[in-house]
């Protein structure tokens, strides 16, 4: 069965440093996602991404937040300068057509202190 | 404003009955209606899609009803087990010219005793 596979499974990070996560979609899918999840909270959308741009962003993905496929594997999410609020589970998904089921990865728990 | 909502009180059912989560929504016009299982600390796992012209959808022991009238629905898991055990959530997918994105409830926890 196809994966999603993220790096790492949890980061610790200073507040205001920068923080970059990894993803590897699965292989023939063409659309490819971040949501997170703050502890005990829902699984908030956080952007989409097809055809090498942004195709939507919650109002969440503020300029702190970017989004890159830098090679024809990875997709990555970088924040520039963490926050507190920051820390939560983030999730990577990507999807074969976008109604399709999203197959989403393990998560990395990124905490900032 | 848009809400997607789900009964945030953990369900708990005997092994082998039959488990019944609602998912309602308002200022929404979802052209899908997707479920997933989620277990602690890990990612969302899809489990069935309804479009917004289909009344029920089944798989296995699952059964999803999708009625846009009422802006609900609803999912049974028939038979349950203890492995069944998680929080189910529904999630809204739109679909806009610019792009596309689902949007989740806040899940329903199902406790299946043996």
């Known amino acids: 069965e196809p994966e999603v596979t993220q790096t790492p499974s949890h980061q610790v990070t200073q507040m205001g440093q920068e923080v970059i996560l990894r993803c590897v979609p699965i292989?023939?899918?063409?659309?490819f996602y971040w949501y997170r999840q703050i502890l005990g909270q829902k699984v908030e959308f956080l952007v989409s991404?097809?055809?090498?741009?942004?195709?939507?962003k919650s109002e969440i993905f503020d300029d702190q937040f970017s989004v890159e496929r830098p090679d024809g594997s990875n997709f990555t999410l970088k924040i520039r300068s963490t926050k507190l609020e920051d820390s939560a589970m983030y999730f990577c998904?990507?999807?074969?057509?976008?109604?399709?089921?999203?197959?989403f990865g393990s998560g990395t728990r990124l905490t900032v202190v | 404003s848009q809400k997607i909502e789900q009964n945030s009180e953990a369900l708990n059912i005997q092994e082998g009955k039959t488990a019944t989560l609602t998912c309602n929504y308002t200022?929404?016009?979802?052209?899908?209606l997707q479920w997933y299982r989620q277990d602690p600390g890990r990612g969302p796992v899809f489990l069935l899609l309804?479009?917004?012209?289909?009344k029920e959808k089944r798989k296995e022991r699952l059964k999803v009803t999708f009625d846009t009238t009422l802006k609900q629905s609803l999912f049974h898991i028939t038979a349950s087990q203890p492995a069944d055990s998680a929080t189910y959530l529904c999630?809204?997918?739109?679909?806009?010219?610019?792009?596309?994105?689902?949007?989740f409830g806040g899940g329903t926890r199902v406790l299946v005793k043996p």
């Open positions: 998904a990507s999807s074969e057509r976008a109604p399709l089921g999203y197959t």
């Open positions: 292989s023939n899918h063409l659309y």
């Open positions: 991404f097809y055809n090498n741009e942004i195709s939507e």
């Open positions: 200022n929404y016009s979802p052209a899908y």
């Open positions: 309804i479009r917004e012209n289909e």
């Open positions: 999630a809204l997918h739109t679909v806009k010219a610019a792009g596309n994105k689902l949007t």
